[in-house]
């Protein structure tokens, strides 16, 4: 099938979409947008976390037809250009980025919770996180790279 | 959905020999040695622009799939690939009859077939491949393979395979290693207050989160190119060459994107199948692994069952242990043998034990095969250890850090394998360390956020039944490969002037998996050559090799050979400047310039003109020997240890769990990056934590229950602690820099130091690992005999997200 | 495999009676799974996400209606007040990605014992509402259910929501999983008090082939109270009382051993968090300081 829908402010049109993929599939192999990842296809882990109309959700778990004429922002879409947005300024300053392979997840969900909460204490930030999972850092320095966006945030 | 029609991209015209271009490394700004030196991959992984093994892509690529075996021990009658090939959008359907050279593979053993051929050993074994144009016409393809089994009994523990009625699994037998250490006169030795226990390990995964994957390119000459995650391209090659019958140069492999490693990237998964399906269709051929294939993909951490006997004087000093330590090592051996060693040796503790007799065993079994993870054998004999010193503990009366000081091994002594202790061997500093940094406040349990008490947001206390508990651990690690290995790493560095400014590149064929090697080899080369600007090249198999990044050895090794072959071109300056400048005296490099008695001579800009130096080292470090039939040798390299507190709130009514902190005091010879310190420790506790707490493969009659993150629990960032660290710098003097490798000691007494705490908050004994809620509240946690029968009313399948039926 | 995009609840009726096979998808959070992982190839499926009419609700005869479309996170922010027990359960879903997609209605139409929105619309008496072509009917949760992954669905027929009364009393939600998030529930336990008709509801979840209410307990819990004149005097539940609630609802459980826990762990522990809830939710009646 034909799917057309907005990736990163862009319209981009796709052909002979099996109509069993996800959203996170037409990403990663049809758009060339491998930022989200693939790591449990279940929505257990955060790692494809994209935002769709503006809501935060796991594209694994949105069928690529769903997405037809719907927005979609990607890890790519968050930074302005060459300079990175503020959160990933703050993950990589942080030390909150080893293998890396969650990272992209977790820069979108926490875009998310400094846009709906720019000043989060401790708890709300590991409620809001709990669906991003980290199999190296221990997420301590995930936690430091959330504060230190939300400072920046907030001045 | 109609079947017969491909669901691919029609496939275009077939690019002639496709290739990939090799990847610029990026030139970096690092720090020295010791200071913070952030990541060079850092920013390409926040804008999720790195590339990773499953982001691979290529024109005209192919996509393969494996077909699995559903039974975990069964005779292979017949095998029909006619209907499959028949499909249309397969390229092609390949069987053990297909594989070019060596049939089986392995690391230690070659004993695992490529493909299966006659027997499946295990759920989950690879019996054909599939290369199609879509991921989906791959996976209907696999099930168009008519396989006829003739279903075996399956060994499912590794006390059924010691019997001597079991089936033999292996031409070799049942027994894949048996290690005896032997040391003072255990046999006779008493002692006034004696304490036994039976202690068990639940099989633990890595879970990476980057699923194994690959993309192998075929040369259009007979050779491929292989782009792959891995922890040790030189070993991937050498498997991947003899299997398909290739000289080793034209294997040529490249290390993509790590999505993490853990041990679990040690052995080959999808490695021989893609270059062998690439050679096949002469087309590139991707195969990635979804997370179910995951847990059938790769080795897990052995499970172990074990019986210690502690011996000690009624005033605390330890006489002897008795040990045995059974270890499941599933359907291959992987690296077994090495991780029996480890555990036999490891086994005392880092204690002053007088007499020792430790039995160490592995077994095959019709289990998933299980090898390396993160701590390697130590991470068994650790809790076992340390459970026992608590109960000695309480057997005496005594403080258990007080036992463990009045026990302590020092440099000098000898651990119960003969090698003597080096120097240092902080095991006392640590357990004070860590015992003296401040509790954390014990805050109230009423009004609390209930996120702040055990289960969470899940709401089920606010504050009945909470009690809190306090335990210590403390653990030893060897640091790189053991045992007469000829362990090394060979680093290829090259200093030229390039855009008017001097820039190394360090070459070498070590795995980045998230650790940060590539930024310490950066540093290295800075502080060596004292030149701004630094690339590492991409690892891949055009150098030599740098070995595996296990073993917590990279840093060690790898970074012995860069700075080695970084003082050789050194060297090569100074020579020059003696000569061209008759400079004398004492010569040193910073800041781009060389300099002499701290003033500046010549520019390196100028002293090198066009030239280019390159040098190449090799670095093996010193010699280790095989154990003697008593399990006596200096085996080992170097000794890391590490030491944890654990504060946990125990909800004692219902067993669920907060850990409210841990602290930890290590040993790491010298810091090298900050950041990336903190970050291995906090990493590794988290998986401690893990094996603490959730994380178990559960298999029944041999057979897998939990293969996904449904029920496959992570820790997540609800159930991980702040982390507070003493970090003590005692130099080795015969490592780079005086390091020790740091990525495994935080894994290993981080568990038991928190069951500790369980238990203090409990009262219940806790000898099984993970802990689950019903032992804490003292319920028997026994798994049922049998799984309960699918169909019986649905029951079994309450919840499972993934076996959900369509409706 | 045919992908149906009705973009109103009318076209969404005909297409389902025109294709009573197709598997009907929208927050995705169950069919994906088996999607992805091949486990399930449905010949279509039928996508209700452009179905305005499934996201809206409102007060209807007395009663909330709730489109089976609402997610959790919309749940929580825009009914939590006045379906507090439901507010509490759909926090325990997943994560914040997973509460923004997923949705009681999926939650019905895969009718498993685990489903957290489950329990608390058991516990207040809550009735599904399906439609098709030939008209709507509304049916009791607890028949709606009518085993482990099964409903009360015709093959033509679609959920459209779920009427319930707005909480009259204090409401409590609690579950059982082996780590602090992102988990499916062990097993747990919904309350709601009804001071109107001096009733007690629960619900055990994930501890039997459906969601099971513990009537034993409420006629008990009801009698104690009324006896003690309590929801007038507003006096504390003896602690015995208590005790035999929990023992009573751990008696209605019918749990399995498997993966994620024991029988006899999930008796012992839904029977625990019965007690507690109670404990919670009669403090809260009786309006002791931070019991909410």
Not at chain 1, 8 to 15: A, K, L, P, T
Not at chain 1, 30 to 39: C, I, Q, T
Not at chain 2, 383 to 409: T, W
Request: net charge negative.
């Amino acid at each position: 099938m034909r799917l057309r829908l907005v990736v990163n402010g862009e319209v981009r049109e796709v052909d002979d979409v099996w109509e069993g993929e996800s959203l996170l599939y037409v990403l990663r192999e049809r758009l060339e947008l491998p930022g989200s990842k693939n790591a449990c296809e279940q929505g257990e882990c955060g790692s494809c976390s994209v935002y769709v109309d503006g809501s935060l959700v796991c594209s694994c778990l949105v069928l690529a037809g769903q997405a037809e004429g719907r927005e979609v922002v990607t890890v790519e879409g968050i930074s302005d250009g060459d300079d990175l947005h503020p959160v990933q300024r703050a993950f990589v300053d942080a030390g909150a980025v080893q293998c890396g392979f969650c990272t992209p997840g977790f820069v979108v969900a926490t875009h998310d919770l400094l846009r709906r909460n720019p000043d989060p204490d401790e708890a709300d930030i590991r409620e809001a996180l709990a669906g991003n999972l980290c199999r190296c850092t221990g997420y301590e320095k995930i936690l430091d790279a959330v504060r230190l966006a939300a400072r920046g945030a907030t001045g | 959905m109609t079947s017969g029609v491909p669901i691919g991209v029609p496939a275009g015209a077939m690019p002639p020999a496709p290739t990939r271009e090799r990847p610029r490394s990026p030139v970096q700004r690092p720090g020295r040695v010791g200071e913070e030196s952030a990541r060079i991959d850092g920013v390409p992984k926040v804008r999720g622009e790195f590339e990773y093994s499953s982001d691979l892509w290529m024109d005209g690529m192919l996509h393969g799939a494996t077909l699995r075996s559903p039974h975990p021990h069964a005779n292979i009658r017949r095998m029909d690939t006619s209907e499959a090939e028949e499909m249309a959008g397969v390229h092609a359907v390949l069987t053990h009859e297909d594989v070019p050279g060596r049939k089986v593979y392995g690391m230690e053993i070659p004993d695992q077939p490529v493909l299966a051929w006659e027997r499946v050993r295990y759920q989950g074994e690879p019996v054909a491949v599939v290369a199609a144009d879509h991921p989906e016409t791959a996976r209907r393809a696999l099930e168009k393979i008519r396989v006829e089994y003739e279903v075996l009994d399956p060994v499912t523990s590794a006390e059924e395979a010691m019997r001597e009625d079991a089936p033999k699994l292996h031409l070799s037998g049942n027994v894949l290693r048996r290690v005896k250490v032997l040391h003072g006169q255990p046999a006779g030795a008493t002692a006034e207050v004696v304490v036994a226990g039976e202690y068990e390990v639940g099989m633990q995964d890595q879970a990476f989160l980057g699923p194994e994957s690959g993309l192998a390119v075929p040369d259009g000459r007979g050779g491929v190119d292989l782009h792959i995650s891995t922890q040790w391209l030189h070993i991937d090659r050498d498997q991947v060459a003899e299997s398909l019958g290739l000289a080793p140069d034209e294997v040529r492999l490249t290390l993509s994107g790590v999505g993490g490693a853990f041990g679990g990237r040690e052995d080959l998964s999808m490695q021989i199948h893609s270059c062998m399906l690439a050679l096949e269709t002469g087309r590139p051929v991707r195969m990635v692994y979804n997370r179910e294939e995951s847990f059938y993909g790769h080795v897990h951490r052995h499970p172990c069952k074990m019986r210690f006997e502690h011996g000690a004087t009624r005033d605390g000093k330890l006489v002897y242990v008795r040990a045995g330590l059974v270890f499941d090592g599933g359907a291959y051996a992987s690296s077994s043998n090495a991780v029996c060693l480890n555990a036999a040796t490891f086994a005392c503790g880092p204690y002053d034990v007088p007499h020792a007799q430790i039995e160490s065993h592995m077994l095959y079994t019709n289990n998933p095969p299980c090898g390396a993870m993160r701590g390697f054998g130590a991470v068994q004999a650790c809790f076992a250890h340390e459970s026992q010193m608590d109960r000695l503990a309480g057997a005496l009366g005594m403080d258990p850090i007080d036992l463990r000081l009045k026990n302590a091994i020092e440099p000098g002594m000898r651990f119960p394998f003969g090698q003597e202790v080096p120097h240092p061997a902080p095991v006392r500093e640590i357990l004070k360390k860590v015992k003296d940094v401040p509790m954390p406040e014990e805050q109230e349990l009423a009004g609390r956020d209930p996120r702040e008490l055990p289960g969470g947001v899940s709401n089920v206390t606010r504050g009945e039944g909470v009690k809190r508990g306090v335990g210590y651990a403390v653990g030893f690690k060897n640091i790189g490969f053991s045992a007469g290995f000829d362990d090394y790493s060979t680093a290829r560095v090259t200093l030229a002037v390039e855009g008017g400014e001097p820039l190394v590149r360090v070459h070498t064929a070590a795995a980045e998996v998230g650790q940060g090697l590539v930024t310490l080899q950066a540093q290295i080369a800075r502080t060596e050559l004292g030149v701004e600007r630094v690339a590492v090249e991409p690892a891949d198999t055009r150098v030599g090799s740098a070995g595996s990044t296990s073993a917590s050895r990279q840093s060690y090794v790898t970074g012995a050979a860069v700075e080695g072959a970084c003082a050789a071109i050194r060297e090569h300056l100074f020579e020059r400047v003696r000569e061209e400048l008759g400079g004398n005296g004492d010569l040193s490099l910073d800041g781009d310039e060389v300099l002499s008695e701290g003033r500046v001579i010549v520019s390196l800009v100028d002293l090198l003109g066009d030239e280019e130096i390159e040098e190449t080292l090799e670095y093996h470090h010193k010699e280790t020997h095989p154990l003697d039939e008593n399990g006596q040798g200096d085996a080992h390299l170097q000794f890391a240890f590490a030491a944890h507190r654990a504060v946990v709130e125990v909800d004692t009514e219902l067993g669920l769990v907060r850990v409210v902190e841990i602290a930890t005091a290590q040993d790491v010879g010298k810091i090298m990056n900050p950041q990336a310190l903190e970050g291995q420790i906090e990493g590794g506790i988290a998986q401690g934590l893990g094996l603490a707490l959730m994380e178990e493969i559960q298999v029944k009659s041999g057979k897998v229950q939990n293969a996904s993150f449904t029920d496959y629990l992570l820790p997540t960032i609800l159930d991980m602690p702040s982390v507070r660290m003493e970090i003590l710098e005692l130099a080795d003097p015969e490592a780079p820099y005086g390091l020790k490798g740091v990525g495994e000691p935080p894994t290993i007494s981080s568990t038991p130091a928190i069951v500790a705490a369980l238990r203090d908050a409990t009262g219940q004994p806790l000898t099984r690992i993970p802990v689950r809620p019903e032992q804490m509240v003292g319920i028997s946690s026994k798994p049922p005999e049998e799984p309960p029968h699918p169909g019986s009313a649905g029951y079994a399948e309450i919840g499972r997200l993934d076996e959900r039926p369509e409706h | 495999m045919e992908f149906i995009q009705p973009l109103n609840l009318a076209e969404a009726l005909e297409a389902k009676d025109a294709h009573p096979e197709a598997v009907p998808i929208r927050g995705g959070t169950d069919v994906m799974v088996g999607l992805n992982f091949a486990r399930s190839r449905p010949a279509a499926v039928l996508d209700l996400s452009r179905v305005e009419e499934l996201e809206e609700w409102g007060l209807e005869d007395g009663l909330l209606r709730v489109g089976a479309g609402v997610s959790y996170t919309r749940i929580i922010e825009e009914i939590g007040g006045r379906l507090p027990g439901l507010a509490r359960a759909s926090r325990t879903v997943g994560s914040p990605q997973i509460r923004n997609r997923g949705t009681v209605g999926g939650n019905l139409g895969t009718a498993s014992p685990a489903g957290d929105g489950l329990p608390p619309l058991y516990a207040s008496d809550a009735e599904v509402e399906v439609v098709s072509t030939r008209g709507s009917r509304r049916i009791p949760v607890a028949d709606f259910i009518s085993g482990p992954k099964r409903n009360a669905l015709a093959p033509q027929e679609l959920i459209s929501a779920f009427y319930v009364a707005e909480a009259g009393g204090p409401q409590q939600y609690s579950k059982i999983g082996t780590r602090n998030a992102m988990v499916i529930a062990v097993c747990a336990f919904a309350l709601a008090l009804h001071p109107e008709s001096g009733r007690v509801g629960t619900c055990v979840g994930s501890a039997g082939p459906t969601p099971l209410r513990a009537e034993e307990a409420e006629r008990f819990m009801r009698g104690v109270l009324e006896e003690g004149g309590l929801w007038e005097s507003r006096g504390a539940i003896p602690e015995a009382a208590l005790r035999r609630f929990g023992e009573l609802v751990a008696g209605a459980a019918r749990p399995i051993d498997d993966v994620r826990g024991t029988a006899e762990y999930r008796r012992h522990s839904v029977g625990v968090l019965a007690r507690r809830a109670l404990g919670w939710a009669w403090d809260e009646y009786r309006g002791v300081r931070g019991a909410a």
